[in-house]
């Protein structure tokens, strides 16, 4: 059932002919919490799974009676009661098959603080899966139910980052005399120097680095008192499968998979703009901000895409505009007083539906015969060494 992600977007194909896809969107509403249901806070989101729609309802200030409705279209939309199981299985473990084939993919998470990125990045983790398990956990899962089933060879590394400030954290590197970390650039796209890369033979093995990872994210927050809301991680998975085909030709592919928990959109016009109160109180976060140039830039055609400004959009390049498979998921909440936040989260995300990349295989593929000839070559020269 691997099955390429072109043919499920049939409204991508560009006019040239090259197998274009676009980014895929998805949306996540989460349920009201208890103190919303106690306080009986009015709902103002309907989704509609079926037709992938949801309707946003706001009442016009200062005229109770009258409302607009605003409705939007995604590639698919689930409502308050999807399970983290459904979810995945529905829109992400394709992705994840595609991983496996040698596809890079990205996962982004965007949406305003509260409305439920990492429940769906992270949720809970535990080696054995839970039904509060989010992507991570799964996709994780998901990779080594393949690997352990297959005969060829593979190899699995893993890396967690965070992004502050436009400073990146090594999530993965114990003790105090840390390297920094610098985003490079070469021909076969960006490169980390300085990041710690834990190859990990088992599940077990990958939820231990999550766990540390994670819980040296939340000390830091701690002792610099800052918010996870103005933070982006990132947790990057390279499989690495070696295979030899019938012929007896090795082929190496190699997939690697992005998923971001973004910092919150609160403070992100419906334009992608930072609005000028947050300007005024110096809350800018560049990252965020240079991401929705980069998505305008796309998304009208600009010339130049402003990648290079900001950390983020260094290092996730190639999932905008590039060779990546890349999904959003979009998370609001279903409440009258996030509704500013949540109509700004809904165009954001509507306009990135508009992006288009250029998926392509990392694979290597060694013929016998040209590797005959090497070894035949080497005989030869141990052979001249000798005499
Ligand atoms: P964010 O990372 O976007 O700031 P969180 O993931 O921390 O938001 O979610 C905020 C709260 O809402 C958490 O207590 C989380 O468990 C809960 N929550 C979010 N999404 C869901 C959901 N789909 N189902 C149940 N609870 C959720
Ligand atoms: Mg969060």
Redesign the pocket.
Known sequence: NNKPLSRANSTAQPPNGLDAVNVQVIL?C??P?KEEVAARTPQVVRCDEAMKAVTLTQSVPGASKQQTTRTYHFDKVFP?D?TQERLYSSAVSSIVEEVLEGFNCTIFAY??????????MTGDIADELSAGAGVIPRAIHQIFGYLDGIASEYSVKCSYLELYNEEITDLLTIGADVPKVRIMEDRSGVVLAGIEESIVKSSKEIFALLEQGSSKRRTAETLLNKQS?RSHSVFIVTVSVREVTPEGDEVIRVGKLYLV?LA?SENITRSGAVEQRAKEAGNINKSLLTLGRVITALVEGQGHVPYRDSKLTRLLRDSLGGKTKTCIIA?IAPTVQCQEETLSTLDYAHRAKNIKNKPEVNAKISKTTHLKEMNFEIEKLKQMLIA
């Open positions: 996540r989460r349920p919490s308050s999807t949406g305003q603080t509260g409305t439920g990125k990492t429940h769906t809301s928990d919150g998370t």
